[in-house]
């Protein structure tokens, strides 16, 4: 009803007269429950990944059921899955190579799903979805966040944040901080980018780690609240893990305790 009033040219004082005893009417005989479902009806949402309308927000069921959640055995330090779950909880690689990182925890699998979610997060301006997303990476941060972690996202070199605008990255942290009353562990200014890498995209595992070499630096001001602290890094998704283990070097080398990660898609497969 509302979108037929909507269409048809009227002075906004008659709009009101219009619009105004509907919203009384309403009011007065019908709860606040049956408000918010009509007006669902009137206006539906659409599905964050394939823009089928939905009757409320977030995934529709074809999409839901696609979302692949990492499940064990994988590997703790990398989230490649494992054929089987052996003593030490790692994949060969990381038991040869000894990666300084305590544990990696994953949400998802990096899907048609999981992709579509995160490219529209990052450059559709779809800030909105940080809600969704940050919702489905809840278990996974309550599971992995110690008492006393410092939440650090993965920071965007200072070119590229003034052509997204926002950090996706830090946009989740922050909000899976509020949502579980740790703002003040929130740290989104700790930990700076100080290389303008090009898109790591479909670089192999080696050109990754040289081109990440060196990326990250400590913010000279904060690194006092690092000394002895265990650090928790974010970001939306893992591929090689390169970016996640240069920036848990830097940590360390400025007196970080311990650093762990989580992110919303890991790429890694068998
Ligand atoms: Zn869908
Ligand atoms: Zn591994």
Redesign the pocket.
């Known amino acids: 009803m509302v979108k037929v009033i909507n269409k048809l040219t009227l002075k906004s004082s008659d709009r009101n007269i219009i619009l105004d005893p509907i919203c009384t009417h309403l009011a007065h005989n019908f709860s606040a429950e049956k408000i918010s479902q009509l007006l669902k009806l009137i206006f539906p949402a659409l599905?964050a990944?394939?823009d089928?309308y939905i009757y409320d927000q977030g995934?529709?069921a074809?999409?839901w059921q696609k979302l692949e959640p990492v499940t064990e055995p994988v590997c703790y330090k990398c989230i490649r899955p494992l054929p089987y779950q052996n003593i030490t909880g790692c994949c060969e690689g990381c038991l040869l190579t000894s990666p300084k990182i305590e544990k990696i925890v994953a949400a998802y699998r990096y899907n048609d799903i999981s992709r579509s979610l995160i490219l529209r997060f990052k450059y559709a301006d779809r800030l909105e979805l940080t809600h969704l997303l940050a919702r489905l990476l809840m278990p996974a941060f309550k599971q992995i966040c110690g008492p006393d972690s410092l939440v650090i996202p993965i920071p965007l070199h200072p070119s590229r944040y003034r052509e997204r605008k926002f950090n996706q990255s830090s946009e989740l942290a922050r909000k899976l901080c509020s949502d579980t009353n740790i703002n003040h562990r929130f740290q989104p200014s700790l930990l700076e980018r100080k290389k303008n890498t090009k898109h790591l995209g479909k670089m192999p595992r080696t050109q990754r780690a040289k081109t990440v070499k060196g990326a990250f630096s400590i913010n000279a001001k904060m690194n006092p609240y690092l000394i002895g602290k265990s650090c928790l890094l974010i970001d939306d998704v893992i591929t090689t893990g390169s970016t996640i283990s240069e920036a848990t070097k830097t940590l360390l080398k400025a007196g970080a305790f311990g650093v762990s990660a989580i992110c919303f898609a890991s790429t890694q497969k068998k």
Request: proline residues 0%; aromatic residues 0%.
């Open positions: 599905c990944s394939c089928t995934l529709c074809d999409c």
